[in-house]
């Protein structure tokens, strides 16, 4: 299946960054700047989403005992960095000409870096520990507890007064967007989904591999 989501995100990022930068028309108020928000945007929903599915996998592992759940929440940990340091960093440049300033302790600025933060204890927490099944039960408490934090970057412009804008794209309306800007961000956040599961799917093949690696059938395979 790694084959085909690799050609997913590639057809869903190339018609994204067409649509986003030759077609959808130039913002009124931010003018060419605001198109930093077709990576900015799907990037901090991916960030957001990872860590739910990560956390789901992590408990899973915790509850049953299973192996497999632990390595995919292994696998998922580092895309999910990415995906939320791609979001600070593109808030960044983007926040510099529209706020007049790099970084601000905003709510939802400081709640998204500490998610990057979680994402990079998770992953540090798993290296300390040698033994692979400790690791998993400890990365998954860490996990479980840092899902408190989803729902805060969600609603963090609801619940306080901040500088960053509301939601875009709100299921109980119609969007505030011309319908191109809203298709270039939905097949970039499309794109950035392909991409995820392509790269979890090859990251936890090597996990397993690497955690069976004494096995018969790794050594079989390998020959």
């Not at 009124?28 to 077709?38: K, N, S, T, V």
């Not at 989803?150 to 794209?169: A, R």
Request: proline share 4%.
């Amino acid at each position: 299946m790694i084959p085909w989501f690799w050609a997913a995100a590639i057809i869903f990022g190339i018609g994204g960054l067409w649509i986003s930068f030759f077609v959808a028309p130039t913002d009124a108020q931010q003018g060419e700047g605001y198109r930093i928000i077709f990576v900015h945007v799907p990037a901090s929903w991916m960030s957001m989403f990872i860590y739910l599915v990560m956390a789901f996998w992590a408990g899973l592992g915790l509850a049953l005992n299973t192996r497999v759940s632990g390595m995919m929440a292994q696998a998922l940990a580092p895309t999910g960095a990415l995906m939320a340091a791609l979001s600070l960093w593109t808030g960044v440049l983007w926040g510099k000409p529209m706020w007049g300033a790099w970084w601000v302790w905003d709510a939802r600025l400081t709640s998204e870096l500490i998610l990057f933060f979680l994402y990079l204890g998770f992953m540090a927490l798993q290296a300390a520990i040698d033994d692979p099944r400790r690791a998993d039960k400890a990365g998954a408490i860490l996990a479980l507890v840092g899902v408190v934090n989803i729902p805060i970057i969600y609603f963090s412009v609801k619940w306080w007064n901040t500088l960053h804008q509301g939601s875009t794209i709100n299921l109980n309306k119609a969007p505030s967007m011309a319908q191109t800007m809203l298709w270039g961000m939905l097949l970039m956040a499309l794109a950035f989904w392909m991409y995820s599961i392509a790269v979890a799917l090859m990251r936890v093949r090597a996990i397993i591999l690497e955690r069976e690696r004494h096995t018969e059938w790794v050594k079989h395979a390998v020959e």
